[in-house]
């Protein structure tokens, strides 16, 4: 009874999270495309609210676990909404990284276009984002396959900027600090996927009860990633 | 001797205003593309010789006007920098827009030449630098910052610290309009939440304590309010 | 305690009718709300969702009934509808606008859930003695969007048209005011008074043609025989000849020689000369401009393929409005006035056809004119 009460404040302040997470990539995007450096700031200041909320959600699961020691189902959901709250925690800190950079681009003359699909990329996150967030409520598998099948193109778009941002500095030494820029908007939009596709993959792990496949997280960025 | 950047994309245009620009004894810059005017503001700032005035037109292919005048005010080095806006948008809404981006002064196409060079010649004048501490004096007004007084024709008048702020801002550029939401940004204390409506209200308070000089502040239709040059 | 059959019996019968008239009071609801075009959703104080109606169910991409029970998060996820509900619940009217991923209405089910990206208006009512709150949400995505196309038109013509009106009236007082004026500086004037007096005279022109359009050939149309329309696309080839030869670029035409169709032939004309200039001027100097009229179905399809830089999509959806440009300054200095591609499309419209436009960064792009043949008679039924 007093489980399944804090269960439900669990499942609120989860969502809640999410909504934030979505809302400040959202933001974030628009403000680089925008050149909106205002808008920028509001999501870099905005952060502090969702390391808050990450904070408050842990210390509510912790307190799940000591106070009513769950066991099958809501012992596997508890376990994964601390995972999952620590990947969004981490997409909101990619989102105020990527504010940062927008507050940087709004300074500098559009002189140099972005030499990819931006526009393009950021939606395909934030579809992934919305669908893993969905996967979870819905506990739903398949959504879960999709978000996955959408990483792989995500990680194309990243190796595409790569290549396309390599060309853009031998055409241009002087465009360098930009390119590095843009790439490294890239690089922060694939990491944010990689994020959903761990919330994706801990959904399955929920639902099929297979704890073997937990995957070792990793907050710094795999070497073997960098193209 | 001042010297003025040209952003404008039509060439014809152009050539007009510089010609106009250099018979009054200015030196003046052109580009033809918002980046290309940006590039140049931020060089000569950085190079130590700014420019003391940029004519932006709104319109411009890929960077529009509005984006340059904020990325100038993004700027350390150019965010001080006067700007006039030309535009062929004379809707207040979009007036208001421009000077919310940061814009000085705005001249709407089509505009006459003299015009156009007179009000650069206002901008440049009421832009010079100012010293924050010292008196400030327009008409029979005064206002001095550093003892927080305001005389109109040699009375004391007392104003609230919100008066006082509204009434500076609009001393410290007369002729300069300042929109409703740039007052609230210079008044606002940091509790109270000010609206649009209070911001006229306070107009109104402030027109009646300067009594017979009240007239000074006036109000810009659908846009703000301004110091009666 | 005991209850006398009879006072059971009354009690049983009041419950009974009250029940029959909230029922019918239920069911008055229903209706109303189903007829709203607005998605209503309300929710009870625990945040879950106690009704939707008809049109809130696509939104939550789940039928009414199982939308009911659920989080209002786990169906609409965005801080402000939270925050607006969370005002409801503590009494307090709120709103606020958000823009969310809902499934897209075109999904195929069972496939991959395929999204759509909306604009709501979100307001929010407390109901009476706090038992939950009553969320509205109007879709204002395509308003929006209407409200930039018109904004955009209003800008882009008053800057088309007030530009060099600019130029002359300062040109116009420059030379009044100074009759000392040097004969190289009065030189440089005369030409931009007369570049700038042509340019808005064609403008002009464009507009007129456009208003004539508007004014509706459509109803006319019948009374045009059919028209072959080998030997239009000719004399539009013909009208672009000088052109393309300074830009040397090569017009290959591919005609059906057996089309015709009930149109005004200058008009059609006048569409493809805009559109085979429109192809010379982007399509890169030296290269070839592809312009094929062919049958598709029961269409006539009048095709003109560049070869140059090409159109970044983000373009593409807004590139036959009214001065519409995608890079001012270039497209200025060809010589366009804006409206070329935009007088394309009413003429076709105006025929009962429709334009289209296919491009791709780096590829060309394609224009076609799609006009409607008359089914061909083996077509009809018997």
Redo the contacts between chains.
Sequence with gaps: MLLSRQL?KI??EL??M???C??SV?CSVRAILT?D?DLARKVIDNDDQIDDAEIELEEECLHALALYQPVAFDLRYLVAVLKINSDLERIGDLAASLSEAA?ML??????VEIPFDL?GMS?TV??ML??S?NAL??LDVK?AA?VRAQDDIVDDIHRGVYEAVQKMIQNDPRSAELAIAYLGLSRKLERMADHATYIARDVVCLTEGDFSSYHPRSDKESPAKQP | MPRILIIEDEADLRELVAWHLTKEGFETASAAS???G??LA?REAEAGRPFSLVLLDWMLP??SGI?VC??LR??AKTAALPVLMLTARGEETDIVRGLEAGADDYVTKPFSPKVLVARAQAVLRRTQPVDAEAPIRAGKITLDPARHEVTAAGLSVTLTSGEFKFLRLLLTRPGRVYTRTQIIGAVHDGFAAVTDRSVDAMAVQLRRKLGAHGDVVETVRGVGYRLKA | MKIPPHELAKALADATAHAAGLSRENAELQSVLGAMREAVVAVGP??RITRVNAAAAPLLGMTADSARGR?L??SL???VI?RVARAGLSGKVDEGEM?I?VPAKNASPGG??A?A?RLFQVRGTPMPGRTGAVLVLHDVTQLRRLEVVRQDFVANASHEIKTPVAAIQGVVETLADAPEMNETDRARFMDILTRQTSRLSKIIEDLLTLSRIERGLAVDLAGFSPEPLAPIGSAAVEACAPRANAAKVLIEADFDAGLALPCDPSMIERALVNLLENAIKYGGSGGRVAFRIARENNQAVLEVRDFGAGISS?HLPRIFERFYRTDKARSREQGGTGLGLSIVKHIAESHGGRVSVESSPGAGATFRIHLPLAPPPAALPA
């Design positions: 439900e499942r609120k969502l809640h999410g909504a934030l979505e809302e959202d050149r450096a507050v709004a300074s500098r003359p559009a002189s526009a939606r934030q579809e919305h669908k967030l409520v819905n959504l999709e | 918002g980046e290309e940006l590039t931020v890929k960077m984006e904020k990325t993004q700027n | 625990d945040e989080l998060g786990e996820r965005h801080p939270t823009e991923f991959s859930s999204l990206r983000e």
